[in-house]
């Protein structure tokens, strides 16, 4: 699944710098991850930077894009293609 971020951003901008396909975005008043972009960091890391980073421990898998690990792979050489 790809990873949201809840009300309880604090908006520190950590999250955003980690992210290696750049599927973070600032927005207000919480930031925002494009779930075309996330892939929970399959193929980049073993686990999400962004979570690891995080504060406050405010982004969570995303309930409404619910994705096997065999679909992210997919979307990360989707991404890497794009580059």
């Known amino acids: ?3 949201m971020i809840t009300d309880e951003c604090i ?9 290696p396909n750049e599927a973070i975005e600032e927005s207000d008043p919480v930031y925002f991850i494009d ?11 073993d686990e999400p930077s962004c979570v690891a980073v995080c ?3 405010c982004i ?12 992210l792979r997919y979307k ?5 293609d794009e580059e």
């Open 1 to 3: 699944m790809a990873l």
């Open 11 to 19: 908006a520190c901008d950590a999250c955003r710098e980690e992210c």
């Open 35 to 45: 779930t075309d972009r996330c892939t929970e960091c399959v193929g980049h890391y």
């Open 55 to 57: 504060p406050v421990d």
């Open 60 to 71: 969570i898998s995303d309930p409404n894009a619910v994705e096997s690990v065999d679909e």
């Open 76 to 80: 990360f050489e989707q991404l890497q």
